[in-house]
């Protein structure tokens, strides 16, 4: 069963990154000077460059921390649900649920590997990204 | 850079002589009960017309005024009658510091700060589909996957330093159990019923690995305090406290994406104000006897404590044993309850109390001989930090 999930914000900097989502690829801005940044927008924080491609990233990364939800924020989200902040190996972190089994105590560090969703909103069914442990079946 | 040796005819330069704030208990009450009885505007006039009676100045002696977040500087000086040479709006630190560099400045002479917030009566949401804050603030951008609230930004923090230094629940609990325990001693204060721990650890997670426990209450109240020069500040009744040493910096790199959280806890930010702060005053942190954190959740006293070097990196759990927190201890934290007990009133009933900590005026909960006070607040990675004393 589809999960459901409040819309993802997409303004005008985030709108060709969750069109790459759709297609089940995380690209993110990376600038001529080869700086990635996240979230998206306007120019680069390192160097100022406004010129930039999007890059697709590995999808490879390792766990920082995470924290368990216990008390229902939004009606779409059954409790208690997991949200972990990952690192992904090109540097910027990234936030999502950690989908999949999770077989042991979680640890700092642990790798982790990106995988794509489906979910319903109310304005249609979107792909999502979610985190997974790098070892696990998805 | 910032220039220490400028900053240095600041120190003890700007006192705050004037402190006023409503009655939290009572305020909870009546808010939950209904219906409202006043606004923002309203604590705020509360908390504004008791400073003025605390230090013994008039209403037409204020020609400065700094609104906090809720209020517009036109209205509140319209409904106060002042219209000064001067006025701000910021929120409870930056109000202070802000009043500090106008009176140093010249620009007032008598700078009011007034702070006034009906969010319980409100129904404001600090988390979820209607928090404030827009695109732009991380738990909001991140809501496809549930993420909310400054509290579970907070619980992830306070989830690495745990898996890092192997911090027990027990350990973490002291800072809400010091700080009931403060606030018993408060009358003022909105939760004064016992808390042990047992009932701490009893309580439900609303973002593991924090319990209601960490969190602040959400409440109405007013507070306003009243600053001058302190020269001005020797010809008024109140005991002036002065303003010695300030710091600040701020973290924005990379803020969206949470690394100065989850892998800094803020401690390059903190390291910067720290320096400044003890450099200014000339004073360390041995030699602070009332400390006041921005707490609107537990792991901010944690970060705040070793970001200032009262412990040494990962020592949270040894350095809290045997009460050093709580009434009584060493390094007393929060003496009125802080926002987990007294109030939420973001930071500005924290001024309150180390101005009457300073004057003697704490009641059962005063910390014997009291001099040197210090306020840090790290709130969005804006580390800022003051040191009040009353003996320059």
């Known amino acids: 069963m589809m999960i459901t999930r409040p819309k993802p914000i997409s303004g005008v900097y985030e709108k060709p990154f969750w069109n790459y989502v759709q297609g089940r690829e995380l690209r993110l801005q990376r600038c001529d000077n080869g700086h990635f940044r996240f979230p998206p927008g306007p120019s680069c924080p390192k160097c100022l460059s406004t010129e930039y491609d999007w890059e697709k990233v590995s999808g490879e990364g390792k766990l920082i921390s995470w924290t368990v939800f216990h008390r229902q924020y939004f009606p779409e989200i059954p409790i208690p649900y997991t949200v972990v902040c990952g690192a992904l190996s090109e540097g910027p972190l990234l936030i999502a649920n950690l989908t999949g089994a999770i077989a042991k105590p979680l640890q700092v560090d642990m790798p982790l590997r990106l995988v794509f969703e489906g979910a319903q909103t109310k304005d249609g069914n979107w792909i999502i990204y979610q985190w997974a442990l790098a070892n696990s079946q998805v | ?392």
């Open chain 2, 1 to 392: 850079m910032t220039d220490e040796k400028r900053l240095l005819g600041l120190r003890d330069d700007i006192a705050i002589v004037g402190i006023g704030d409503t009655d939290y208990a009572e305020d909870y009450v009546r808010a939950r009960r209904g219906p409202a009885y006043q606004d923002s505007y309203g604590y705020a006039v509360q908390a504004f017309n008791r400073a003025l009676t605390d230090c013994g100045l008039e209403r037409d002696d204020i020609d400065g005024l700094i609104v906090g977040p809720t209020l517009s500087t036109e209205r509140a000086g319209e409904i106060l009658g002042v219209n000064p040479a001067w006025s701000s709006q910021a929120d409870a630190i930056n109000a202070v510091l802000q009043g500090a560099l106008a009176l140093h400045s010249g620009a007032a002479e008598c700078v009011a700060l007034i702070y006034g917030n009906d969010q319980r009566t409100a129904g404001t949401k600090y988390g979820g589909p209607t928090a404030r804050g827009e695109q732009f603030l991380s738990y909001i951008y991140y809501s496809p996957w549930g993420m909310t609230s400054q509290g579970a930004l907070y619980a992830m923090m306070i989830r690495r330093y745990i898996e890092l230094h192997k911090l027990r629940a027990e350990e973490l609990a002291q800072v809400a159990l010091a700080q009931r325990a403060f606030a018993q001693l408060n009358v003022n204060a909105v939760m004064q019923a016992d808390l042990t721990l047992s009932a701490y650890l009893d309580a439900d997670y609303i973002c593991d690995p924090l319990r209601i426990f960490d969190y602040c209450l959400i409440n109405d109240g007013g507070v306003a305090l009243i600053m001058t020069t302190a020269e001005r500040a020797r010809s008024l009744k109140t005991k002036p406290v002065l303003i010695s040493g300030i710091g600040r910096s701020e973290i924005n790199t990379d803020a969206t994406s949470l690394w100065p959280r989850l892998l800094d806890f803020y401690h390059s930010g903190h390291a910067k104000a720290a320096s400044e702060v003890y450099n200014m005053a000339g004073v360390g942190p041995t030699d602070v006897d009332v400390v006041g954190i921005y707490d609107s959740f537990s792991p901010h006293v944690v970060f705040a404590l070793e970001g200032f070097d009262f412990f040494k990196p990962g020592e949270f759990a040894q350095f809290v044993a045997g009460g050093t927190i709580g009434p009584g201890g060493r390094v007393p934290v929060n003496t009125s309850g802080g926002h987990l007990s007294e109030s939420y009133m973001q930071g500005w009933n924290h001024q309150v109390e180390l101005v009457r900590q300073l004057r003697g005026q704490a009641a059962q909960r005063q910390v014997e001989g009291a001099e040197t006070g210090q306020y840090i607040s790290d709130v969005g990675g804006k580390v800022i930090s003051i040191i009040y004393s009353t003996s320059p």
